[in-house]
């Protein structure tokens, strides 16, 4: 594994001493999926590039330097943990609406030394309420669609900020469906950027949104309106 982050970091112009961290990561996640469903990649090969290489190309499209950085629907903790270990000076939290992945997350980072990492159980919608605009960078790999994506997390980016949301490259329809929500978060597509994963063939992408105004008072919903009647 450490040969490909080696190869994939160096192909990022991203310092490769991190390598042998971020492995650590990629082997407790896969000895904690034994028992628990954080991810179906258990190649550590494909580990290496498809979750730590892909999240790692980021750092290369937004300036997580002294930043305040929020990862919604983290998961497994991607792509937030991969960013923290390869960029020390910024304040990670990880945002996950499952107890069991938090603490997961807690234990590991507790493990691995990471520091300046909170990882929060809450969903997204209600922690906004607590920490509205208080963010310079949201990133997210969740799953749901961008226009949902967006309401949990535009409202937790300051005026200024951004959210990087990753999504396949077969996503023109679901981010031409997201642009009057995003405008409605206060947001605005400043670029979409499609990007080859480092040693691998696969092509992702990544939405960059700039936050240009303040998302309106009445924006989160709760998530079963979110999810019923997505903003249009």
């Known amino acids: 594994m450490i040969p490909i982050l080696t190869e994939g ?75 923290r270990m390869l960029e020390p000076d910024f304040d990670l939290t990880l945002l996950d609406s499952l107890g069991k992945r938090i603490a997961f997350l807690q234990e590991a980072c507790g493990q691995l030394g990471l520091q300046r990492v909170e990882a929060v159980h809450a969903r997204a919608e209600e922690f906004a309420a607590r920490h509205r605009e208080q963010y310079d960078i949201a990133v997210s790999r969740a799953v749901a669609s961008l226009n949902v994506l967006s309401e ?12 990087l949301a990753m999504k396949s490259v077969d996503s023109d329809a679901e981010i031409d469906a997201a642009r009057g929500a995003i ?21 992702h992408r990544v939405v960059v949104i700039d936050k240009v105004r303040p998302t309106p008072a009445n924006l989160p919903r709760p998530f079963a309106r979110i999810k019923k009647h997505p903003l249009g």
């Open 183 to 203: 405008g409605q978060l206060g947001g605005k597509i400043r670029q979409i950027r499609d990007y080859t994963v480092p040693c691998t063939q696969v092509t």
């Open 9 to 83: 970091l160096a192909q990022l112009g991203l310092p490769d001493g991190a390598a042998p961290r971020l492995a650590a990561f990629a082997d407790a996640v896969l000895e904690k999926n034994q028992v628990m469903n954080l991810t179906a990649i258990t190649d550590p090969g494909d580990f290496a590039a498809l979750h730590l290489l892909d999240s790692a190309v980021l750092l290369t499209m937004a300036d997580f330097h002294g930043k305040r950085v929020v990862d919604v629907g983290t998961g497994a903790g991607f792509p937030g943990v991969p960013l």
């Open 152 to 163: 949990l997390a535009l409202p937790l980016v300051k005026v200024g900020g951004q959210f």
